[in-house]
């Protein structure tokens, strides 16, 4: 594996030459810290310094080479995840993914004020579905799992024959508010519907639902999602529906992001 750096980048602006503070000097607190690891990282990726399939090192040690939280950690992996850099399976570890060969989606102007209401609508998610996969793995029946298992075949085979993903995507995530056994995780999913899919609301994503790389890169994250439900692994699960649900998030906000920043853009620009 190729040597990970622990430096974090310099400040902008700062002189080429000047010092990096060590990990253990103070450093901005909450999502600046989480972001300037992305930095870091994301530097040592585009120079070359990892390589894809090189495996990052575990969130323990990164905590202790970069003087950071479990907590920080894991919001830089779902930044750089959800920006296509790596790739995180369970139990294995964190992989550096060969480069898009397409850019991020993006938002036209009809998508922006929608995509507000859908990341509202994903932080509810993350709190609802992240404990409920984690009941799912304690509670599940054999019938339960094998109608998971199901769903994710389905995807998988909509993805190959360019069909619909989102019933068998929907119904994934139904199925394990079901084998909770508790049936209000199930009312407020099925009371949701569909709409929960953020696909099936911003037309940018409409427009990429049959792209292949972008859906089999969600029933992945599927897969791990119901990979630790079957070995009933709570801890796991609840893990590894936040990933999926933070990166859905998080590919939101950077498409919503640079939405804006173009939507200024044009309106800065002086007409003629």
Do not use: C, W
Request: net charge neutral.
């Amino acid at each position: 594996m190729s040597r990970v750096s622990t430096e974090l980048p310099r400040p902008t602006g700062a002189p080429a030459d000047a010092p990096v503070a060590p990990a253990t000097r103070a450093r901005p607190r909450g999502r600046g810290l989480a972001h300037a690891l992305v930095d870091a990282f994301g530097i040592q990726i585009r120079d070359g310094a990892l390589r894809p399939g090189d495996k990052l090192p575990t969130e323990s040690a990164i905590m202790q080479s970069f003087g950071v939280s479990r907590t920080v950690v894991r919001e830089a992996l779902s930044k750089l995840q959800a920006g296509g850099l790596v790739e995180t399976h369970h139990g294995i570890g964190t992989f550096v993914l060969q480069p898009r060969t397409t850019g991020m989606f993006r938002l036209d102007a009809g998508d922006i004020a929608t995509s507000v209401d859908v990341l509202a609508v994903l932080e509810l998610r993350i709190s609802l579905e992240t404990e409920s996969a984690g009941l799912a793995a304690s509670r599940h029946t054999e019938a339960q799992l094998q109608a998971m298992r199901q769903a994710l075949d389905d995807f998988e085979t909509n993805v190959a024959q360019a069909g619909d993903t989102v019933a068998p995507d929907f119904r994934f995530h139904l199925e394990i508010a079901q084998a909770t056994g508790n049936p209000y995780f199930a009312d407020i999913m099925s009371h949701l519907g569909t709409t929960i899919i953020p696909r099936t609301r911003i037309n940018a994503l409409r427009n990429i639902d049959r792209g292949a790389e972008y859906l089999s890169r969600v029933n992945r994250e599927h897969e791990e999602i119901y990979a630790a439900i079957a070995r009933r692994d709570s801890e796991s699960a609840r893990a590894a529906m936040r990933i999926h649900l933070t990166n859905s998030r998080e590919r939101l906000r950077l498409a919503q992001e640079a939405a804006r920043l173009a939507q200024q853009g044009a309106e800065a620009k002086p007409s003629r």
